[in-house]
């Protein structure tokens, strides 16, 4: 295994589903144990057993990121269960109030705040004295692509991921000297149930996201959670208070102008532009 978690002690929120599901499997295959962390029980009931058969003892914990003494308890279960805590993976999170700014009412963008933000701060908040005490260790939370550029109809979620990104880099500021890191990972689309809802959805919203980026397939949750085994490891041991984007490039630059996956276009003819002048003169 290119990147060991043996002995490792992570807790992993949102990680019933998606990419906190792929995140918790791949962790315990790398050696770590693992805390499941989600409001939906059965689900995360499941990903613990699925966990624990691939690798140490997985367990589930209810946990609301946004109640501050959910957090309080989850790590609790974590040094309680396992003795230490090394990596705190906040990665819950909620499309939230969505649709036209005027329309937003205070309480959905509140909620929004509370899980996507709020609960990244509890996380780390909570997280930081075991991940000291254990000699330090990995943070690592969910932004997304739209905490970096604007995205049309999603700003609450647009506003606390772009939190999620710059609290990343002050905290690094204040735990570097404990050799805690904190980093976060920038998803672009990635099909989960946030992005397609309802099993039936699955393959329409796959083919849709694989054209909406350079790299022509759609995200998977293992990209995700590749990336944060990455972040966790010893292999990111000089990384932190950085945001990894992971978007098959669709952040990378002026996409609209770029060919279309699978759109066949014929490149354009070479040429060479010198000054603009030049083709103005007969
Ligand atoms: N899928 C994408 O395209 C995409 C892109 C960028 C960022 N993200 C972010 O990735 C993270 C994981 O999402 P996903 O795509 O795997 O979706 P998902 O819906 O499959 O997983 C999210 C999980 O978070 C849990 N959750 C929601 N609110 C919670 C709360 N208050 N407390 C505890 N658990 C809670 C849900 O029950 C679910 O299991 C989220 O932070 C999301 O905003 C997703």
Redesign the pocket.
């Known amino acids: 295994m290119m990147y060991d978690l043996s002995g490792r002690v992570a807790i992993i ?2 990680a ?5 599901r792929a995140s918790a499997l791949l962790f315990t295959r790398a050696g770590a144990h693992v805390v499941v ?4 029980t059965d ?1 995360g009931e499941a990903v613990a057993l699925e966990a624990s058969q691939l690798g140490p003892r997985a367990v589930f914990q209810r ?4 109640e501050e003494s959910d957090v309080e308890a989850l790590v609790a279960r974590a040094v309680d269960e396992f003795g230490r805590l090394d990596i705190m993976f906040n ?4 499309g939230g109030a969505v649709g036209p700014l005027e329309q937003i009412r205070v309480e959905d963008w509140d909620r929004t705040q509370a ?2 933000l709020r ?1 990244v701060f509890l996380g780390i908040k909570h997280a930081a004295g075991p991940i000291r005490a254990a000699g330090g260790g990995s943070i690592i939370s ?1 932004a ?3 905490g970096i550029d604007g995205f049309p109809n999603l700003h609450a979620y647009c506003a606390a991921k772009a939190g999620v990104v710059n609290l990343t880099r002050s905290a690094a500021l204040e735990f570097g000297r404990d050799r805690i890191r904190v980093n976060c990972i920038a ?4 099909l ?4 397609y809802g309802a099993e039936a959805n699955r393959s329409a919203v796959e083919d849709m996201l694989a054209r909406g980026q350079p790299y022509p397939r759609a ?1 998977q ?1 293992e990209d995700i959670a590749s990336a944060a085994l990455f972040l966790a490891s010893d292999a990111a041991q000089f990384v932190t208070g950085h945001t990894l984007v992971v978007d098959g490039g669709a952040t990378a630059g002026a996409v609209a102008l770029a060919p279309k996956p699978g759109a066949n276009q014929p490149p354009p003819p070479r040429r060479f532009a010198g000054p603009s002048f030049e083709q103005n003169t007969p």
Do not use: H, K, Q, R
């Not at 019933?16 to 906190?20: E, N, P, R, V, Y």
């Not at 990665?91 to 909620?94: E, F, M, R, S, V």
């Not at 998803?187 to 990635?190: A, D, E, R, T, Y």
């Open positions: 929120t949102g019933a589903s998606g990419m906190g962390a989600d409001l939906n689900g946990t609301d990121v946004a990665n819950a999170g909620i899980v996507c609960g969910t997304s692509i739209a998803p672009g689309g990635i989960t149930p946030i992005v995200g949750p």
